[in-house]
């Protein structure tokens, strides 16, 4: 459905920020601004783990661990999704991945779906 390229990780101290971004192209439905798009995190030894999501609408969601420290947000000028972790704990160390998923699959079905990137690493450590 579309390809996704996710940047920004890196190594961080406990109480330190990063933004992640997620580049977008190849879409096969329409344009960015449909898709509704996620962060996805997984941890060594974990489950993948839904993040946040962001709808078409701009409407936003998150797990609880990160309400309060993190912000997704996009930019369709730029095909561009972001993620501002702030206030990171040493529990936030994991691959981070973007998913884009088409207005036709549902929220429940995104993850077998939907569009996946390469990930991008995060590491909260002192």
């Known amino acids: 459905q579309a390809h996704l390229v996710e940047s920004g990780g890196g190594l961080v101290q406990p109480g330190g920020s990063l933004r992640l971004s997620c580049v977008a192209s190849?879409?096969?439905?329409?344009?960015?601004?449909?898709?509704?798009m996620s962060w996805y995190r997984q941890a060594p030894g974990k489950e993948r783990e839904l993040v946040a999501i962001?709808?078409?609408?701009?409407?936003?969601t998150y797990t609880d661990s990160v309400k309060g420290r993190f912000t997704i947000s996009r930019d369709n000028a730029k095909n561009t999704l972001y993620l501002q972790m702030n206030s990171l704990k040493p529990e936030d160390t994991a691959v981070y991945f973007c998913?884009?998923?088409?207005?036709?699959?549902?929220?429940?079905?995104?993850?077998?779906?939907?569009?996946w990137g390469q990930g991008t690493q995060v590491t909260v450590s002192s």
């Open positions: 998913n884009a998923a088409s207005p036709v699959i549902p929220q429940e079905a995104q993850d077998r779906f939907g569009s």
């Open positions: 190849e879409f096969t439905f329409s344009s960015f601004s449909f898709y509704r």
């Open positions: 962001i709808t078409p609408t701009n409407t936003t």
